[in-house]
Structures are given as structure tokens and as C-alpha cells.
């Protein structure tokens, strides 16, 4: 898997060529998601056919794999 980020000129940016931006209002945020998968996904049980699982002890169920 790869990721990629380009970035502009801060002069090219949004926030410098807006009414209210300004060239010192510019930043860099970055965020990257990942699936995974592994040994982590097989160790939940599997799901129940429970209509009603809060009927049992009023809480959620666990996770469980489907």
C-alpha cells in the first residue's frame, strides 16, 4: 500500500487568496487510514442470531465476526 500527498504554493493556497485568509493561516494536515487484517479478526466469536440481543442482560453485545 502506498500513499501519496501533493502540495501547492502557499501563495496558490485557499487561505491566501480569500477575503479572510491570510498566507500565515496555512498549515499541513494529514490523516492516513488503514485496513487491517490478521489474526485479530478470527479470534472474535461469531455472530449470533439473537432478534433481540439486549433482552439477554440489557447491554450491547460484543463484537463479534460476521
Do not use: H, M, W
Not at 496558490?12 to 490478521?38: C, K, M, P
Amino acid at each position: 500500500t502506498e500513499a501519496a500527498f501533493q502540495f501547492a504554493n502557499v501563495a496558490d493556497s485557499y487561505a491566501a487568496n480569500s477575503a479572510q485568509g491570510d498566507v500565515r493561516n496555512t498549515g499541513v494536515i494529514g490523516f492516513a487510514a488503514f485496513e487491517l487484517q490478521g489474526p485479530a479478526q478470527n479470534a472474535l466469536p461469531p455472530c449470533s442470531g439473537q432478534a433481540f440481543p439486549a433482552d439477554n442482560n440489557g447491554y450491547a453485545p460484543p463484537p463479534c465476526r460476521k
